[in-house]
């Protein structure tokens, strides 16, 4: 995968014990694997074949190559890294993970029940035991996950009444400035993206140190 700002392009990714591969031709994926053999009889590591999973892009048949067969194909289960379920097709890969996450959110909502607390206590319930759970996902934000979002907050925070007793906007407000401090969604992912900017800026503070004083 060709990066913005470097001519090097991105070959493989590594987390913890996962190691994600980006590769172009069945040639890449065999060079991998043999590397992967060279490493492993030196270290005594040893990958899980089991659960190695690939996922063709770009209309690529990986059925045409017979040095791919050896990988569990998943193009139409997707496949999932770090909690994030891709697919070949974003639209596709954007609703499913959004999906999943709002209706855990909704099932942990509605076994908690918050009939009884406080405006305050309801607040912070939504911050810390729901919302929390899926900023992992907020680098995007469509539309509709807003308002799905907006629909979950007030109805809990308001025990769905028909009218809400405080402006939607003063609600999100710090407690400092006459809010509850809920986190507002359209908020928190700019807070998000602008996190991974910084650390861009950090990582090559030259160029993207310009950037940001541009922007």
Excluded at 8 to 16: D, F
Excluded at 97 to 121: C, E, F, H, P, Q
Excluded at 185 to 197: G, H, N, S, V, Y
């Amino acid at each position: 995968i060709s990066l913005p700002g470097t001519p090097k392009p991105l070959k493989i990714q590594q987390y913890a014990d996962d190691s994600i591969l980006f590769a172009k031709s069945g040639k890449s994926v065999e060079n991998f694997f043999q590397k992967v053999d060279i490493f492993q009889k030196a270290s005594g590591s040893v990958i899980n074949a089991l659960k190695t999973r690939g996922l063709a892009l770009g209309g690529f048949d990986p059925t045409t190559d017979t040095r791919l067969t050896d990988v569990t194909w998943t193009n139409n289960t997707g496949i999932k890294i770090l909690g994030v379920t891709f697919y070949t097709r974003l639209n596709q890969t954007t609703n499913f993970n959004w999906l999943t996450a709002l209706n855990k959110t909704d099932k942990k909502l509605n076994i908690l029940g918050l009939r009884l607390v406080s405006l305050r206590g309801k607040a912070m319930l939504l911050n810390t035991l729901a919302l929390s759970k899926i900023w992992f996902l907020a680098s995007t934000l469509p539309e509709w996950v807003v308002q799905r979002l907006h629909t979950t907050i007030f109805e809990n925070l308001w025990q769905k009444q028909r009218f809400n007793l405080i402006k939607r906007n003063t609600l999100f407000l710090p407690t400092r400035r006459g809010g509850l401090g809920l986190l507002s969604p359209k908020e928190q992912c700019l807070a998000i993206r602008l996190k991974t900017l910084f650390q861009t800026e950090r990582a090559e503070r030259g160029r993207h140190s310009r950037l940001l004083l541009s922007y």
